[in-house]
């Protein structure tokens, strides 16, 4: 008597990239890194999932999925982007306010909402602190004083330094977690948020339903400036001094 392939189960946490989730699959012997990589940059795929964008990235949605080992990599794309819209459609049908008014003051649509929560995603220290984070990247956004409109974000200038496409000459050595000041100093990262004005070119990974809701619903605050305290959480104030 045959069996057929094996069924496992993969974990896949808030704010991981894409580049992570092949790893993790691969691991899972579910398919190659390679393929799945590959998989989420085919243009063909993406369009057929009514995709912006040059990959899947931020629409890889974090869940606890099953899966066949030996499973063809699209395949796995599409389960993964059918759970997002599964899951987020029906938040943002509880938001229609929150959309409103980015398409109002910023033109945003679910891409770019989706965007800032990847950033979000990866800044939040505590689930409490996401729509506080979010709240001051959009004050930075909106404010007529706030100029140059910069995110600075590290884990943007990180993702671009992860992108083989996107890599810049001061991600050489780049150890996947250490940010140098050259990196920050470097405008040819197209996803370096010290040197680029607004949004990156696109998701820097895949935010859980926590994150997407604060962009739609930020907390109300003055604040422009955060930064670490070393615990965890993050310290806010209207000055950068």
Known sequence: VGYGPMTVRVVLPEGLNRFEIAERLEEAQVCSREDFTE???????????????DSAEGFLFPDTYEFL????APAVVRKLVHNFRTRVIPLLAEHPEGLADLRQTLDWGLLEVVVLASVVEKEAGSAPELSVISGVFLNRLRSDSF????????????YGCM?????????????GS?????????????????????LPPGP?????????????????HDYFYFVAKGDGRHAFSTTLS
């Open 39 to 53: 998989a989420t940059e085919s243009m063909g795929l993406l369009r057929s999932l009514s995709i912006e964008g």
């Open 69 to 72: 080992q030996g499973m063809r």
């Open 147 to 158: 100029r140059p409109k910069r995110l600075q974000a590290d884990p943007t200038v990180a």
């Open 163 to 175: 992108s083989i496409r996107e890599r810049a000459p001061s991600c050489e050595g780049f150890d």
């Open 178 to 198: 250490s940010i140098t000041r050259s990196m920050l100093e470097d405008s040819r990262n197209r996803y370096n948020t010290y040197r680029v004005e607004g």
């Open 204 to 220: 820097i990974s895949n935010p859980g339903l926590g994150a997407i809701r604060s962009v739609l619903e930020p907390a109300n």
